[in-house]
C-alpha cells in the first residue's frame, strides 16, 4: 500500500474503470516476483526429493501443474488485492471491465511463475529463490527500459498509466503480450518438465530439448517485436463522439459518461461560458471534453472524472490560449508574448470562476511582470476588447500583441 501511495497517484484512473485495472500494472512487481520465488522453492524441492521420478497416479505433468498452481494462485491473490485496493481507494464511477487486461495479468503471472520453476529446476532453492527474484524483476524492468516501445510488450506493464477518460484500451496490443506470455509460459513449463523429469546421463535429449524450447521463445519474442501493432508506447485509441453525452444549446456540453455523472464538470462548464459571454467576450458555444484543438467553433478541454471546480476553470481557461503555446518570434517580442498570455490566462480564470467555489485568484503570485494588477483597474469593455484581440495572435508571428489598456 505503501508503494500504491507513492507511484499510483489518484488522478491517473480515479472515475475511470479500465485506468484503475490498468494502473493495477504497478502491483505486477510484487505478484511476479511471488510467483517465481514460490515456484523456484517448490520445483528445486521437488527436483531434490526426487518424487517426480517415481512411478505415481498421476503423471509427471498433472504432478507439476498441483504444485506450481498455488504459486501462480498466490500470487494472483496478491494482484487482485492491488485491484481491488485501488478501485476501493477512489471507486470509478464508470467503464467497462476489461477482461483482455484480466487475461494479461494472469498469462504474466503464470510466465514469470515458470521463469521461477527454471531456475529451481537448475539450481539449489536458495539459490533459486534469490536468482528467480532477481530474474523477474530484471525482466520486468529490462522490458521496460527498452528504447523502443515494442518492448513493453514483453512485459505486463505496458497498461500502467495507460487511459484518460477520453480514451480506451486497445485490445489487439493487448493480446499480443497475452498471446506471448502464454507461449512463454508453456515453452518454459516443457523444459522445466524435461529437466525434472529426465535422467542427467540422458544428456542428449536434455540439449535437444533446450535447444528448441530457446529457439522458439526467441522466435516468440522477435514475433512480437516485429508485429505493427506492438509499435505503439501505450495501447489506447481515443474514444468515438457517439460515446459523448451532449447537454444544452449555447452552450453546449459535450461530456463522457463518467465525467457527466456528478454534474459538476457540465455545471462549472456552464457558468464559466456565461460569465464569459455576458462579459462580451466570444466564446466558441459548443464544448467536448475530449481531446483535439480548440477551433473558433468548438472548444476541447481535457477533463476527467471528479474534476473540482477550480481544476474545470483551469482546464477551460487552457482551452482557450494556444494548444502550440506562445509563439517564438524575436527575443523582445517573445516575452511580450508570455506577458500577454498570462495576464489573458489570469483575467479569463478570474471573471469566469467569478461567483463559483474555486479559490481566490493569486494575482500577486503569478502577476506576469506586474502587468495584471493595472489591467483589472481599466474599464470592463476595454479589458474585454484586449482580450479579444489578444487570443487569436499569441499562436502566429503575424501580428504583433496589443499593448495593455490605460485607464
Not at 500577454?340 to 478570474?350: G, K, P, Q, S, T
Request: glycine share 6%; net charge neutral.
Amino acid at each position: 500500500m505503501v508503494y500504491a501511495a507513492t507511484y499510483v497517484h489518484p488522478v491517473d484512473y480515479a472515475g475511470y474503470l479500465p485506468a484503475a485495472i490498468g494502473n493495477a500494472g504497478f502491483f505486477l512487481l510484487f505478484s511476479c516476483a511471488v510467483a517465481a520465488i514460490s515456484s523456484a522453492i517448490e520445483i528445486a524441492r521437488l527436483r531434490r526429493s526426487g518424487m517426480i521420478a517415481v512411478p505415481q497416479a498421476r503423471s509427471s505433468n498433472r504432478t507439476m501443474i498441483a504444485v506450481l498452481s498455488k504459486s501462480v494462485v498466490g500470487a494472483l491473490v496478491v494482484q487482485v488485492f492491488g485491484i481491488v485496493w485501488l478501485i476501493v481507494s477512489y471507486p470509478p464511477v464508470g467503464g467497462d471491465l476489461p477482461w483482455i487486461v484480466i487475461a494479461m495479468y494472469v498469462t504474466v503471472i503464470a510466465f514469470h511463475a515458470m521463469l521461477g520453476a527454471l531456475l529451481g529446476a537448475l539450481l539449489p532453492w536458495v539459490v533459486a529463490a534469490a536468482a528467480a527474484l532477481t530474474a523477474s524483476y530484471c525482466w520486468l524492468g529490462f522490458t521496460q527500459a527498452m528504447p523502443f516501445p515494442a518492448g513493453r510488450y514483453l512485459s505486463g506493464v505496458i497498461v500502467v498509466q495507460c487511459c484518460t477518460v477520453d480514451t480506451a484500451l486497445t485490445p489487439g496490443p493487448i493480446a499480443v503480450t497475452v498471446a506471448f506470455a502464454a507461449v512463454s509460459a508453456f515453452l518454459f513449463f516443457a523444459l522445466v518438465r524435461t529437466l525434472v523429469t529426465t535422467a542427467r546421463s540422458r544428456r542428449r535429449r536434455r540439449a535437444s530439448v533446450v535447444l528448441r524450447v530457446l529457439t522458439a521463445w526467441v522466435a516468440a519474442i522477435l514475433v512480437t517485436l516485429l508485429l505493427p501493432i506492438t509499435q505503439t508506447y501505450t495501447p489506447v485509441q481515443d474514444r468515438t463522439d457517439s460515446e459523448l453525452l451532449c447537454d444544452g444549446t449555447a452552450p453546449r456540453s459535450c461530456l463522457f459518461p463518467e465525467v457527466a455523472a456528478d454534474g459538476t464538470v457540465r455545471r462549472t462548464i456552464d457558468t464559466m461560458w456565461t460569465n464569459l459571454t455576458d462579459l462580451g467576450l466570444t466564446v466558441p458555444p459548443d464544448i467536448t471534453g475530449a481531446r483535439g484543438d480548440s477551433t473558433p467553433e468548438s472548444v476541447h478541454m481535457a477533463i476527467r472524472a471528479g474534476m473540482t471546480p477550480s481544476e474545470v476553470v483551469y482546464s477551460f481557461t487552457s482551452s482557450l490560449l494556444p494548444a502550440t503555446g506562445v509563439a517564438y518570434c524575436d527575443e523582445s517580442d517573445y516575452q511580450q508574448r508570455q506577458t500577454a498570455a498570462y495576464v489573458a490566462e489570469l483575467w479569463i480564470e478570474e471573471k469566469g470562476g467569478h461567483g463559483m467555489d474555486i479559490g481566490a485568484i493569486q494575482t500577486q503570485a503569478h502577476d506576469a511582470d506586474g502587468e495584471y494588477a493595472p489591467f483589472r483597474t481599466v474599464p470592463i469593455e476595454s479589458q474585454v476588447h484586449w482580450v479579444t484581440a489578444t487570443l487569436p495572435i499569441l499562436g502566429t508571428c503575424d501580428r504583433p500583441v496589443p499593448a495593455f489598456p490605460t485607464s
